[in-house]
């Protein structure tokens, strides 16, 4: 039976700042965060989006009323969910219209978990072949004003939907995987940024690759050249770059030529929207798919990594005529329509919060143009409006 992805969008807040603006209000050469980081726009979320919102408007997208029928799991990737106990895919399960007969969960493992979320849905459709997963990942980063992090923040989510009639990518079973106990980035639970050694965790991205890919070796007797395409989780796009560049040497001229090109092409969309955390390796995806011209059949190599880590790299086919199942016009409309806004107007709404002791606040909804909005806070609950 072919298990994999028959449908895959995302979505992004309407708010950017320019990195060049940033760069200069920091006090940086544009040149470090435009070239040695790899970014040129951040995407900025204000109060009315946060994860469940973003990730209930990527999948609008996609889900129709006849995915709606065979749904059964809705599975919400995140490390920035809204809640210590109710499950965020409870409302997207909710916001989206999926029937009641269905399981809905959240997962957590840093930017790892929209793969797990990948291979769980895997298994459920192995031993459930009629049903459908839905996998919304999705995330707010935040390091804070003025840190080193800054530069590499961003909001978005990527929806996707899991069959056995993959339109898109057929998963394939080769997968290598490590776990490894260290403490590169994290987010104690009353911290509102996340802690990260930025220099560790580089390095650590970079170890964790060269295992899995080494198992990988050894496991299949696979090599560089039986690739189209290699796809990284891109925390900034200069990372994934990093990694590709410790194995390239691995491989003939026009391989290296091939694979070096097709990154570039799949960090197009993360470089105009920045870190998305557990959506960030399927934004670099949909941005190589939509932008790439990748041959029917053609083998990609996808490498996962979440920090305090997990690193996994698994491999996944064409599905010959996916490129009529793509969305590029939707989120080239999404990214055209977007608003550019200056470093003060980002740092005014990074600063606001939702609030913490149980008031009541409502957000003007009017002033933003997503269909699924925030729209405040009510005896601590969340009030989602559906325009
Ligand atoms: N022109 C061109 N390039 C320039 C430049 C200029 N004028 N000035 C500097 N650069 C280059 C530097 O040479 C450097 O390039 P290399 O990395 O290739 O050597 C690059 O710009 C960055 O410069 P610094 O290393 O000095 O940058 P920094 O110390 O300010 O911080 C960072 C960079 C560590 C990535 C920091 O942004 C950070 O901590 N980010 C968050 C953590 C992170 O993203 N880690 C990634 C791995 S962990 C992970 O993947 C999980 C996750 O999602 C968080």
């Keep these: ?65 006849e995915d709606r029928e065979k749904i059964d799991f809705v599975m919400f990737a995140t490390e920035t969910g809204i809640d210590q106990s109710k499950a965020a895919a409870v409302y997207v399960h909710r916001l989206v219209g999926i029937k009641k007969e269905a399981r809905s969960i959240e997962l957590k493992h840093a930017c790892y978990s929209g793969t797990a979320s990948l291979q769980l849905a895997k298994g459920h459709i192995a031993l459930n072949p009629d049903s459908k997963v839905l996998i919304v990942a999705s995330d707010i980063a ?17 929806a996707m939907i899991v069959s056995s009639d993959p339109k898109v990518l057929e998963l394939e079973d080769e997968s290598t ?43 299949t007797g696979g090599t560089l050249d039986d690739f189209k395409a290699l796809c990284f989780h891109l925390p900034y796009t200069k990372m994934g770059l990093k990694a590709l560049r410790t ?43 939509e932008n790439a011209d990748l041959e029917e059949n053609g083998k990609l190599g996808l490498f996962s990594y979440g920090s305090g880590a997990v690193g996994e790299f698994f491999t996944a086919r064409l599905v010959p005529g ?3 199942h793509l969305l590029p016009e939707t989120h080239d409309k999404l990214f055209n329509a977007r608003k550019q806004i200056s470093v003060p107007e980002y740092e005014a709404i990074f600063v606001q919060s939702l609030p913490k002791d149980g008031s009541t606040l409502e957000l003007d909804v009017e002033e933003d143009p997503n269909k699924v909005c925030l729209a405040g806070i009510k005896e601590h609950q969340r009030q989602y409006v559906i325009k």
């Design 1 to 65: 039976m072919k298990i994999g992805i028959e449908k895959i969008s995302f979505h992004v807040p309407h708010l950017y700042v320019d990195m060049h603006d940033l760069a200069i209000s920091r006090n940086e050469d544009p040149g470090k965060y435009k070239i040695g980081i790899g970014q040129d726009e951040m995407a900025v979320a204000p109060l009315t989006q946060d994860p469940v919102s973003l990730a209930a408007n990527a999948a609008l997208n996609i889900v129709t009323d």
């Design 142 to 158: 935040r390091y804070g004003l003025n840190t080193p992090g800054e530069v590499t923040q961003g909001a978005g989510a990527v």
């Design 177 to 219: 995987f490590v776990t490894k106990d260290i403490m590169d980035f994290w987010r104690p639970n009353y911290s509102e940024y996340a802690y990260v050694d930025g220099k560790f965790s580089n390095e650590m991205y970079i170890e964790l690759f060269n295992d899995v890919w080494g198992q990988y070796k050894e496991k």
């Design 247 to 289: 194995i390239l040497d691995e491989a003939d001229e026009s391989t290296k030529e091939r694979l070096l090109e097709n990154y570039t092409k799949s960090t197009l969309y993360s470089r105009r929207v920045g870190n998305v955390y557990s959506a960030s390796l399927y934004l670099s995806l949909v941005s190589l798919l």
């Design 322 to 324: 996916y490129k009529k």
